[in-house]
């Protein structure tokens, strides 16, 4: 990840597929964006040719009933976007317009592998503005029963400590705490993909959910056991995909995150309630820039105080 300046991609990339809910056929394509725009949808074959720009921030979201939901349904939205939003976190992808012609987001193979393989392929360039950060300045809590999540200071970097608890011998209690760096994202968190319930799935389709969903992007829980062949990527697969899904809400900040996230048995809806209650009151923030390298090296070389103009204040 270049650290000290925001990213883009450096070429257009399409990607196609069907939602998993609505079993929609989309086509997005992820084009190169200016500093300081962060990740923008726009979405498209809206009724009347009409088209709708959505910033892919918390205070967006609508829904976060199953996946997470932007923008509104009456003037346009886009469902599912937490893998892709997962991705560009994950990889360090600060900038990027995500052009969509239908509601919801593709599935692809239920993680973000491909959302990964392509940003990877096309390639990331270093852009003139600063990056800046989300510092976690004082501790944030918020519970629903015996879930909860929290956003805490820490020392460097953005650490994920996530743990659920289900009732079934298939997943059980697992607990994965992770260090969110490019390279371990896509090896570690990418290619772990969403799951659910045998005995959910008729409810979900009354309620509208569920309509693409297959063996070949979810993975099915029956009987106590993983239905799909091939079974897991991950001994521990459940939970890895809970961190990228928290990776991806969790970006809705707007900013790549200085502070650990800790959850238990959380969701969707807690990752955003979280970033709400953070947001709520500005003393438990500061954003923050990074650090240049050469203000770095300047630091190191210099025999007496740097001046202040090498290094943009952190406070």
């Known amino acids: 990840m270049m650290a000290e300046r925001q990213t883009t991609l450096r070429s257009p990339v399409t990607l196609q597929g069907i939602g998993v809910h609505s079993g929609a056929p989309a086509c997005l394509t992820l084009r190169p964006s200016t500093a300081n725009s962060g990740v923008v949808f726009l979405r498209k074959g809206l009724e009347g040719g009409h088209e ?9 979201v609508s829904a976060t009933e199953l996946c997470t939901v932007i923008g509104d349904q009456a003037s346009g939205s886009v469902a599912t976007i937490e893998h892709l939003m997962s991705a560009c976190a994950g990889l360090g992808l600060d900038n990027v317009l995500v052009e969509i012609d239908g509601p919801e987001m593709p ?5 973000a592998a491909e959302f990964v393989t392509a940003i990877e392929a096309t390639g990331l360039v270093a852009l003139g503005a600063t990056r800046r950060y989300l510092k976690v300045l004082r501790p944030v809590r918020i519970e629903q029963g015996r879930a909860f999540a929290e956003l805490s ?19 059980g209690r ?17 290619r772990a993909r969403t799951f659910g319930f045998m005995r959910d799935v008729e409810q979900l389709w009354k ?5 693409g969903a297959s063996l070949d992007n979810t ?23 809970k961190v990228l ?25 807690m990752n955003v309630r979280i970033l709400e209650a953070l947001f709520a009151d500005r003393a438990n923030y500061a954003i923050v820039e ?21 290094a943009p204040d952190l406070h």
């Open 107 to 111: 599935i692809m193979d239920g993680s």
């Open 290 to 310: 990074a650090q240049p390298a050469f203000a770095h090296h300047a630091v190191q070389m210099a025999a007496g105080p740097v001046p202040a103009a090498l």
């Open 207 to 211: 309620a509208g959910f569920a309509l």
């Open 174 to 190: 697992q607990r994965k705490i992770f260090d969110l760096d490019p390279e371990a994202y896509a090896r570690e968190i990418s």
């Open 219 to 241: 993975v099915a829980i029956g009987d106590d056991k993983v239905i799909n062949p091939e079974g897991l990527r991950y001994a521990d697969e459940f939970v890895r995909h």
């Open 245 to 269: 899904d928290a990776v991806g809400d969790l970006a809705l900040a707007g900013y790549p995150i200085l502070g650990e996230f800790r959850s238990y048995c959380g969701g969707h809806r």
């Open 153 to 171: 200071p820490s020392e460097s970097g953005f650490r994920l400590d996530v743990e659920i608890d289900f009732d079934t011998k298939a997943i």
């Open 52 to 60: 709708q720009l959505i910033h892919a921030r918390h205070n967006k």
